[in-house]
């Protein structure tokens, strides 16, 4: 079973967000990225190369967490680079901030 979205540390309850929309879709590309690592990882450990002389359900639910973390720790550091373009594709879309809105009319 793979999970769409993790916890994310320092993260701020519902209601109380005061992030920006960049903030917001830099956080987003980072998690979509995480997602990526994670169904690439995931395809990857279903090859089978023969038997699997030490396999275990356990060994398979630690490769799971180890996948996770690293997915994660990719997204974070931005290793691939894939949510720094994405982001930068999606930021054309974002309504100009107060700040560089025109003045006057």
């Known amino acids: 079973m793979t999970r769409i979205a ?8 519902a209601g109380t967000s005061a992030k920006t929309d960049r903030e917001k879709l830099a956080e987003t ?8 690592v994670r169904q690439m990882l995931a395809a990857a ?8 002389l030490f396999g275990s359900e356990a060994l398979g639910t630690f490769r799971e967490m180890q996948d996770d973390r690293f997915a994660e720790i990719t997204a974070q550091t931005g290793s691939l680079g894939l949510a720094t373009q994405i982001e930068a594709q ?4 974002l309504p100009p901030t107060a700040g560089t809105a025109k003045a006057g009319g």
């Not at 999606?90 to 879309?93: D, V």
Request: aromatic share 10%.
């Open 6 to 13: 993790s916890p994310t540390p320092g993260a701020t309850p």
């Open 29 to 36: 590309a980072r998690q979509f990225e995480a997602i990526f």
């Open 45 to 52: 450990r279903k090859t089978d190369f023969g038997s699997d």
């Open 90 to 93: 999606l930021a054309r879309l």
